[in-house]
């Protein structure tokens, strides 16, 4: 297995978007289609037969020697957040492809292999992740996405359309759950235990599921200087304790894994010397435990029910998804136990606070996760960095996993 190979194709994927302030891929832009259509070629030299869905997702096949017998699949994501890191996503698509290139060159398998990139998996550019792989699943919200518009305006039906997409079409999308026998899925943890740990391999047992609200604060514009404090309704002040709010009730959830998040707000008229008439704000809610996110969710709505009316500022909560936690197969999770035991690879079993697209492709094959240490813990941030040797790592046991479930 070629770790040089591996390091150049990840670093020429991370120059598709590379600016001064990390690396910005976003979901249908230009750059994202670029580097795709970097790694499609790949996939052609390494005899793979590829076709792209009519959302965007591309899947490239290996035959096995049953051509009738369920794919075994792994990949993951090229796109990034904006100014975000190198190693998100990229190095379940190059791992991925590694591994099928290694299986490849010791003969046919039983099973056909796959490898997935799942189009628009981060939620920056539409609101909504793991869009590609929801889809590929059904459980894609074709109502609510045929509204969503990205920051400068643009439709996600005009972002498709411009990429020869058609999101009315997208149910020719679906797989059947007869097509695919496992996915498995390799990624960088994205979370500091396994190098806190010392620990090569974390083998996910559980995705966190996110729910995401979007609030909009009602005020009064007025002049900052003529309105007395008693007289204001201002938007920003009643946002600012709400914000306060989902930070304390997200502690009080902590023990149970929960995680609270206000990580986008637009102010209006967002000038210096107006009292803010109108705020929108962004909630991100999620954990491994269901029961916990009822209970966060519930409070933080009591919470803000009361600071609106102490503040007199009206109120909106609008729930843009509501994901449950999903559980990884057992006999995925076995299989890469067994895999890192056969390698001599140390690893733990531990849940991943991120979601990704393997908990969509559980709802239509036996689904696991592949984690790998990344620096500090740091990802979605031009910092972001995984060592080659945990990448290999990484490889290894997925080519192993792969082995076992397609032989």
């Given at each position: 297995m ?19 302030r ?28 590829v ?35 190198d190693?998100?996503?990229i ?15 010791k ?20 609101g ?9 699943a ?11 518009k ?11 359309a ?23 899925e ?9 190098e ?102 519930q ?9 609106a ?99």
């Amino acid at each position: 297995m070629n770790k040089e190979w591996v390091a150049a194709t990840i670093e020429r994927i991370s120059t598709w978007g590379k600016g001064k302030r990390g690396t910005s891929r976003l979901a249908f832009s230009a750059e994202d289609w670029q580097a795709k259509e970097y790694v499609i070629d790949l996939m052609k030299e390494a005899g793979l037969a590829v076709r792209i869905d009519s959302f965007g997702n591309i899947i490239g096949r290996l035959e096995g020697s049953n051509a009738t017998a369920p794919a075994v699949a792994t990949g993951s994501h090229l796109d990034t957040v904006p100014e975000g890191g190198d190693f998100d996503g990229i190095v379940g698509v190059v791992g991925g492809l590694a591994a099928i290139k290694e299986l490849k060159s010791k003969g046919e398998l039983t099973h056909p292999l796959e490898l997935i990139i799942f189009a628009a998996e981060e939620s920056s550019r539409f609101g909504y992740a793991t869009m590609g792989s929801k889809v590929m699943a059904g459980t894609a919200n074709l109502f609510a996405w045929n509204k969503v518009k990205d920051q400068d305006g643009i439709a996600l039906s005009e972002a498709l359309a411009a990429q020869g997409f058609n999101l009315e079409g997208i149910n020719s999308a679906i797989r059947d759950k007869s097509e695919l026998k496992a996915f498995v899925e390799l990624h960088i943890e994205q979370g500091p235990v396994l190098e806190a740990s010392e620990t090569a391999i974390g083998i996910v047992s559980a995705i966190a599921a996110p729910t995401r609200l979007k609030i909009t604060v009602e005020g009064m514009a007025a002049h900052s200087g003529a309105t007395p404090m008693d007289q204001r309704q201002d938007a920003l002040v009643s946002a600012a304790m709400i914000v306060l709010a989902v930070q304390e009730i997200a502690l009080e959830q902590s023990h149970l894994g929960t995680v609270g998040t206000v990580g986008a707000m637009k102010v209006h008229p967002g000038v210096m010397n107006v009292v803010p008439g109108l705020v929108e704000m962004w909630v991100d809610i999620r954990g491994i435990n269901h029961e916990s996110i009822i209970e966060a969710l519930q409070d933080i709505k009591d919470a803000i029910s009361t600071i609106a009316e102490g503040q007199d500022t009206p109120v909106a909560i609008e729930v843009l998804s509501s994901d449950k936690p999903v559980l990884m197969d057992d006999t995925v999770k076995d299989s890469i136990e067994e895999a890192c035991r056969r390698s001599g690879i140390s690893y733990k079993r531990m849940p991943s606070g991120a979601g990704h697209d393997a908990m969509n492709m559980a709802h239509i094959t036996s689904a696991g996760m592949i984690f790998i240490p990344c620096r500090s813990g740091i990802s979605h941030n031009p910092e972001e960095h995984a060592q080659g040797e945990d990448i290999m790592a990484g490889i290894k046991v997925l080519t192993e996993t792969l082995y076992q479930l397609a032989k």
